[in-house]
């Protein structure tokens, strides 16, 4: 985004404010003089002071669609009190494609048998695509393997997902077969103005594009710095990219559970929630979404 300077090779208010002035009669009382030079210095100030308006106006950037579109601006934040009870669980499918860890394929009695199967299925009830589900469950099931004692859901993540890109779809995006948005998703700039976090350049630009201050950048709004922290690798490529969800969800899976957090209890999930954005209201939309997703996704469970 380009900013302007406020400043113009030739400004003309001036001059032709100058030379709009009729030229004073030879014969003139003192008074009447006086009269007029100060009408003339109020149309000046008038015009320059017009003219500094402009010039502000213009040199304010104009909102990126970042700062408009807010995935979750019209999801209601569930009315549950925080740290009184976490959402409900749902079962995920085991034999994950993405091989982030060993996992063992659940029973076809009991469900779906592969990781993209239950996905597909649970994308039918719940809105959330196929691909973002493949990539919440895949991060469950290596935290599972990983850190049995956090608990984290897929479902959590898919709530979170949902509010931070719509599932990697943000402003028109299309989450492809491989795990990466069609064009780069990247937040606002956090330079301190009007309800946004000030916060320095951290990666030199290299993963928002931004070499002044940071952005949150992909499905997850990682910020950089803290992306260095987490990331991970969830598609087995061997390479760790805020932009792809697998990696993505991973991350924020393993940032969820820091500390021996248990995300299934209700101290340890809101804690949890509230570590990736202090917000009430945000982790209230969190909970509704994840209680949502969860229940919806019970009856691919029983149907198996």
Not at 90 to 117: C, D, F, N
Not at 124 to 149: I, S
Request: with cysteine; charged share 15%; net charge neutral.
């Amino acid at each position: 985004m380009r900013t302007r300077t406020g400043k113009t090779e030739d400004d003309p208010i001036g001059p032709r404010a100058e030379e709009a002035v009729p030229a004073a009669p030879a014969m003139r009382s003192p008074g009447v003089a006086v009269l007029t030079r100060l009408i003339v210095v109020l149309a000046v100030l008038a015009v320059a002071g017009g003219g500094i308006w402009l010039v502000t106006r213009a040199a304010t950037p104009a909102a990126s669609p970042t700062t408009t579109e807010i995935p979750a601006l019209q999801i209601k934040a569930a009315d549950v009190r925080p740290g009184s009870v976490a959402p409900a669980g749902g079962a995920v499918a085991g034999g994950a494609e993405q091989q982030t860890a060993p996992q063992q394929a659940r029973s076809r009695s009991t469900g779906p048998a592969t990781l993209s199967q239950w996905a597909s299925q649970v994308a039918a009830v719940t809105g959330v695509p196929a691909r973002a589900l493949a990539a919440y469950g895949n991060a469950e099931l290596a935290m599972r393997a990983d850190q049995p004692n956090c608990k984290i859901s897929w479902a959590t993540l898919a709530g979170i997902g949902r509010i931070e890109s719509n599932h990697g779809q943000y402003a028109g995006a299309v989450l492809g077969a491989d795990g990466r948005p069609s064009k780069p998703i990247v937040g606002v700039p956090l330079d301190g103005s009007a309800g946004v976090q000030a916060i320095g350049d951290t990666d030199g630009g290299r993963y928002d594009g931004d070499a002044g201050v940071d952005r949150a950048v992909g499905p997850m709004q990682f910020i950089p710095g803290t992306w260095r922290k987490w990331a991970s690798d969830g598609n087995g490529d061997g390479l760790g990219d805020p932009q792809q969800i697998d990696d993505a969800a991973l991350s924020a899976a393993r940032y969820l559970c820091a500390g021996g957090r248990d995300m299934a209890s209700p101290s340890g999930w809101w804690a949890g929630i509230l570590s990736y954005n202090n917000s009430t209201e945000y982790a209230q939309k969190v909970f509704g979404l994840a209680d949502g997703y969860a229940k919806a996704a019970q009856s691919v469970r029983k149907q198996g």
